[in-house]
Nanobody
């Protein structure tokens, strides 16, 4: 079965950096589009960034210029490099996957994704 395992979360000071990883197994990763979402306490899950199977990226306005999503198809892994972190970035971060080849997909809609990881906590202190 498809499994997504996030890692790399932790506690960091305001202005610091973290790199999240999401290892994917059980699917042809090169034909899988990926997304990073986050959920803060009491809030809805929100989009952070997406990357298509071809490497095209999209970012939420709140992280544009600070976060970078990338993928390594040889390692079946997607990354989220987070720089200039702010306290408002504190949340549980989730990676999500959907297999491509089924027509046009809206990767900004969390309902598009078929598979989700368990999440990793990111806490940014002020």
């Amino acid at each position: 079965q498809v499994q997504l395992v996030e890692s790399g979360g932790g506690l960091v000071q305001h202005g610091g950096s973290l790199r999240l990883s999401c290892a994917v197994s059980g699917t042809r990763f090169s034909r899988t589009a990926m997304g990073w979402y986050r959920q803060a306490p009491g809030k809805e899950r929100e989009l952070v960034a997406t990357i298509t199977s071809g490497g095209t990226t999209f970012y939420a306005d709140s992280v544009k210029g600070r976060f970078t999503i990338s993928r390594d198809n040889a390692e079946n892994t997607v990354y989220l490099q987070m720089n200039s972190l702010k306290p408002e970035d504190t949340a549980v971060y989730y990676c999500a996957a959907v297999q491509t080849g089924h027509g046009v997909m809206d990767l900004t809609n969390l309902q598009t994704y078929d598979y989700w990881g368990q999440g990793t906590q990111v806490t940014v202190s002020s």
